[in-house]
């Protein structure tokens, strides 16, 4: 994952957001920009999913935008369940996302969520 | 036009829907009515514990190892008839953690349990320092506590549409939406019909299954009893990972809480996980008659016992809040029998914090009394002709 | 506290009625989840990027909000449960980051409520909605107007509704390559094909050119709009790859051989919206006779006396006519203080037209039967809980789970994190065409189900500690995270 790279909307971290806050995603550290939500840093990182559900193993990302579906949850600062999209990224936050669980069987679906971007 | 059913039962609750199981086995044509739809009032709102450790000797403990039996029994049977599927009613043998966080705690706690297993209960005294075999993640300022290894659970609407796939499946009828308002008299007294939203019912017998309403269908019946409300609210966690809450965990404080007559608030945590990973915190107790406001100073005691119990819980967002009405009558024993002045009336209600759990004793006992078969337990304690049911009934109903 | 009004939802409606009651002398506390006021119609980028949606009008009534001496905002703050009290209602709030636990906790015992919470996108359900990449129209506009980012490269969007123009118009502004717009309805591809009623053509001739303009927009960026079309199924593995369109008949079934697959990175969906109800169901509001909105009557009165309601939350019209509305609502909660207030004339001129309008936009783009043929058996009804279209028919046939509790019980749809938000009224609405075929009376009750008494996610330990009872002022004046937007 190449978080710092904005493939989607137009502008990158704007030169003027001085205070950007600087924050982990699964560890890699990631500079944001100032007023970003963890569902918009996600995306514009190329992400689309980031957590699988526990019945199916489905993958999930954003799917309201407005914090009503509980699709885009994260964790924060060792907090789970933070939806993304409500989320503010803070200086020095340490976001988790929940890569989809290997199958818990032989034969079931490839458990390889972890990818990314479409690059 | 089908002919008119032996028997009506007023009300398709869980023990509703037991007594019309037991019924239909026993061979009689039941219809079932409900005004709303089937299992959703108090059994809708039960946390489905089937539960001995709860009760203290005396004739609702022994009704509740009936129960025990009855639904380990029934189910598989009931497995047999209508397949796994519609007989699925998430029954797990999990056990019950009781334990105590006082000195003064431990003393009632092992006293309790100690008169419990004269009674026959399987009660297991536990070191306090063993108990994070069984459950890691509770607290360790464990003072006491007792394992209870028959305690089980079910999930209450599962089991209460179950029961009712059971009546239809033997013929008899379920209807939805249909208010029971009054009965009709043959000229000697006795039940002939009845009247309902949709019409009369021709039978010779009625059960008032109605639960926290049993009261005012009573009235309507002519016959009143004293069957009153008791507030329960419930929280629901999101879900968590399997094994956070193993057991049916609480506080001994709950045992108090259950035996209470008093109005006031009264919360002791319960705390169990659900099969579909949820975790339960009830329950509260309070009479407020039919008020059905969810009270954050409620949902806050509630929070702060099961926090205290298991600490990791803290960071767990609350899903949902609910409630419901226990019924209960003044002394605190279900109410299991004949009207003592309309003949063809019987009453089945009363069953407060534990309708779940002792629906399958109480649907067998239901039909032995009506059929006039062998009661399988001594009855006379949940007589409806007992003074705390009749004695002003007219007034408070 | 005999003069503080609490306005819930600084959305359009929660706005205006903000000022309305302000500027008739209540004391307003403006409470909403956002960081900044303006809901979702105002919702504005991350400072740094140009304000290019702040238009004059927004800035004006942001800066009239910040500098009114009788309205304070209380911004990132939730009200997780309403509850009754002798006289009127209590709410309890949280302030802080959303769905952190280190929140600050508030009580207010207002003397008048205004409930402006708004509304989401109702999404309807079909085979691979849940796979990544397919989102509700609302979740790309927010992504688009409030982070400047495209939801994806190649994206079709679907659903009914006017809303689905101004979707389009953003998703062009962050450079999205806009695939095609499917209006499932089929009405005419022109202003008068959808205003093609008396009332509504006088009521909503002032949308006309917004209409014509964004007709013009797609036209221009040679994307197709086309009436009687929706999206039937999303295909992929780990996320969206292509879908198939179908073009429909009028009641929403897909006409045979209309089939076809485009190739595509992301799917917005939107089929109206849904009221956030939760705050209104708790006060004991009535609903209307669709049981999905709150009714009100002229003066923006619910049917629990001081609880007023403006905006999506009353009906769906548009952020003029929740605007209009919040002022009457304002003005009527000042009223309710024994405030002397002049009657808001012009704004319930508005609201009249507005309610008009918004009455013929329903009647033009309803949400037809025919979406119910859409479902294959292993289509999830709900996402939460990964309950599928056979599950929900097994519960609702073998169980004769009949009201909406037993339902969910039996069935599990709705029992997850979002708590039927998203699968509620679908689900009724399946359950209900089931019982209709099994000749069942459906005692469905809608009301019910948006009965969420925790109307924002809230932690154990949290609720723990919770105070029960405001604090001498109603709350905290000096609480360094309360901040009246900057
Ligand atoms: C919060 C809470 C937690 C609980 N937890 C447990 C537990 O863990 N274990 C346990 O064993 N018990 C528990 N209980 C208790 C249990 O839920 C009740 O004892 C039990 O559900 C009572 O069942 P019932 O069939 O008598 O009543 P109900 O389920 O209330 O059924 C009565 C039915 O009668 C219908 N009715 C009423 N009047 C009429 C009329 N005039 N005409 C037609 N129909 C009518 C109603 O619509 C209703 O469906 C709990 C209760 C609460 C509130
Ligand atoms: C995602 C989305 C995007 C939209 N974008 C547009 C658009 O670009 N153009 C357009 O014409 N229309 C748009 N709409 C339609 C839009 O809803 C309305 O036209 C207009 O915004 C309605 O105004 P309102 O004041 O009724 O509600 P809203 O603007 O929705 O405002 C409601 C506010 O209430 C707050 N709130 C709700 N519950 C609580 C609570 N419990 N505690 C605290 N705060 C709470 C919310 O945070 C929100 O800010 C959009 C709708 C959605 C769902
Ligand atoms: S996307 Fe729905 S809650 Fe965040």
């Known amino acids: 994952m190449t978080p710092e790279a904005d493939h989607r909307g137009r502008p990158g971290p704007s ?74 990224v803070a200086d020095g936050d340490d976001i988790r996302t929940a890569p989809r669980p290997r199958p818990a069987a032989p034969g079931g679906p490839a458990g390889d969520g972890t990818r990314t971007g479409e690059a | 036009m089908a002919a008119h059913p032996d028997v009506v039962v007023v009300g398709a609750g869980v023990v509703g829907a037991a007594c019309a199981e037991a019924l239909t086995a026993a061979g009689l044509r039941v219809t079932v009515l409900d005004r709303g739809a089937p299992a959703s009032g108090t059994t809708a709102a039960g946390e489905g514990n089937v539960l001995v450790s709860d009760k203290e000797p005396g004739p ?96 209450p609407v599962l089991a209460a549409t179950t029961l009712l796939a059971a009546v239809r499946a033997r013929g008899g009828a379920v209807r939805a939406g249909v208010a029971a308002l009054g009965l009709r008299r043959a000229a000697g007294g006795a039940v002939s019909a009845v009247v309902t939203s ?122 949902r809040a609910y409630g419901g009405f226990r019924p209960y009558a003044p002394d605190h024993l279900p109410v299991i ?32 009394l009506l059929t006039g078969a062998e009661p399988h337990v001594d009855p006379t304690p949940f007589r409806v002709d007992r003074p705390a049911v009749l004695t002003g009934a007219e007034v408070r109903a | 506290m005999a003069r503080l009004i609490a306005v819930v939802g600084a959305g359009p409606a929660g706005m205006a009625a903000a000022l309305a009651a302000a500027d008739a002398g209540a004391e307003v506390v403006l409470v909403d989840a956002a960081p900044r006021v303006g809901g979702q119609y105002h919702r504005q980028p991350p400072p740094g990027l140009a304000d290019q949606h702040a238009g004059p009008g927004f800035a004006r009534l942001e800066a009239e909000l910040a500098g009114h001496p009788r309205v304070r905002h209380l911004a990132e703050t939730v009200v997780w449960a309403l509850e009754p009290r002798p006289g009127g209602h209590r709410l309890h709030l949280r302030t802080g980051p959303a769905d952190s636990p280190h929140r600050t906790a508030r009580v207010l015992d207002p003397a008048a409520l205004v409930l402006a919470t708004g509304a989401h996108d109702r999404a309807l359900p079909f085979p691979g909605w849940d796979l990544p990449g397919v989102v509700t129209a609302g979740a790309a506009q927010a992504l688009a107007k409030g982070q400047r980012v495209a939801v994806g490269r190649r994206v079709l969007l679907a659903g009914t509704g006017p809303f689905l123009f101004p979707v389009a118009q953003s998703l062009i502004e962050v450079g999205a390559h ?32 917004e209409l014509a303009g964004y007709l013009g927009l797609l036209a221009r960026h040679r994307i197709a709009y086309r009436t009687g079309h929706a999206v039937l199924a999303a295909h992929g593995t780990d996320r969206v790859e292509a879908v198939t369109t179908a073009r429909l008949t009028r009641d929403w079934r897909v006409v045979p051989g209309s089939a076809r697959r485009i190739a595509v990175d992301a799917v917005c969906v939107g089929f109206g919206f849904t009221p956030q109800l939760e705050l209104a169901v708790a006060a004991g509001c009535d609903l209307d006779a669709t049981g999905t909105c ?18 999506e939350l009353t009906g769906v019209g548009g952020a003029d006519l929740a605007a209009a509305e919040g002022r009457v609502a304002g003005a009527s909660a000042a009223r309710h203080l024994g405030l002397a207030v002049p009657v808001p004339r012009a704004a319930l001129r508005q609201v009249r037209a507005g309610r008009g309008f918004a009455a013929a936009l329903a009647g033009a783009y309803p949400v037809r039967p025919g979406w119910r043929s859409w479902l294959t058996e292993d289509t999830l009804v709900c996402r939460c809980e990964e309950v599928s279209y056979g599950a929900l028919c097994q519960a609702v046939r073998q169980r004769a789970a009949l009201g909406g509790r037993v339902l969910r019980l039996t069935s599990r749809v709705g029992l997850g994190p979002c ?50 009872e405001p604090s001498e002022h109603g709350f905290a004046s000096t609480d360094p995270t309360d901040r009246s937007e900057a």
């Open chain 3, 294 to 311: 709150v009714r009100v009557d002229i003066a923006q009165a619910t049917s629990t006396p001081g609880v007023f309601a403006a905006g």
């Open chain 1, 15 to 88: 030169t003027g957001d001085a205070g950007a806050p600087q924050v982990t995603v699964d560890g890699v550290a990631v500079t944001a920009r100032t007023g970003q939500t963890v569902a918009g840093l996600l995306v514009s990182a190329g992400r689309t999913s980031w957590r699988s559900t526990r019945g199916g193993g489905r993958p999930r990302g954003l799917f309201c935008g407005i914090g009503v579906c509980f699709d885009c949850l994260v964790e924060v600062n060792g907090v789970p369940d933070v939806r993304a999209c409500q989320r503010l």
């Open chain 3, 419 to 468: 708590q039927g938000r998203i699968c509620g009224r679908n689900a009724a609405e399946l359950a209900e065409a089931l019982l209709c075929r099994a000749d069942q009376r459906p005692p469905l009750t809608p009301a019910a189900s948006a009965r969420r008494p925790i109307a924002a996610p809230i932690r154990l330990g949290e609720l723990a500690t919770t105070p029960t």
């Open chain 3, 178 to 209: 806009l695939v095609g717009v499917l209006e499932a309805n089929r009405v005419g591809a022109t202003a008068a094909g959808w205003l093609a009623r008396p009332a509504a053509l006088l009521a909503g001739r002032a949308k006309l050119p």
């Open chain 2, 60 to 155: 609702e403990l022994v009704l509740a190892q009936h129960s025990l039996r009855r639904w380990r029994v029934l189910l598989p049977a009931l497995r047999e008839e209508l397949g796994p599927e519609l007989a699925e009613v998430e029954w797990d043998a999990k056990g019950g953690l009781v334990v105590a966080t006082t000195a003064a705690g431990a003393g009632s706690l092992t006293a309790f349990a100690a008169a419990q297993r004269q009674a026959g209960v399987r009660a297991e005294q536990l070191a306090p320092d063993r108990v994070g075999e069984l459950e890691p993640l509770l607290t360790p300022g464990i003072t006491a506590a007792v394992h209870y290894p028959e305690d089980a659970q079910l999930h």
């Open chain 2, 198 to 319: 949709a019409g009369d019912l021709p039978t010779a017998a009625v059960v008032n299954a109605c639960g926290p309403w049993a009261g005012a269908f009573a009235t309507a019946a002519g016959a009143p009893i004293t069957v009153l409300p008791r507030r329960g609210v419930v929280l629901v966690t999101g879900p968590l990972p399997p094994g956070t809450v193993r057991h049916k965990v609480y506080d001994a404080d709950y045992v108090g809480a259950v035996a209470s007559g008093d109005a006031d608030l009264q919360t002791s945590a319960v705390v169990e996980s659900t099969r579909a990973g949820t975790v339960l915190v009830g329950s509260s107790r309070q009479r407020v008659g039919f008020d059905d406001t969810i009270r954050v100073a409620v949902l806050r005691e509630l929070a702060r016992k099961a926090v205290a119990l298991f600490p990791v819980l803290a960071d767990v967002p609350v899903q």
């Open chain 2, 337 to 368: 029998g004949p009207d003592p002045r309309v003949a063809g009336l019987w009453h089945v209600t009363g069953h407060e914090g534990a309708g779940i759990g002792l629906a399958a004793a109480t649907g067998q006992l239901l039909a032995e």
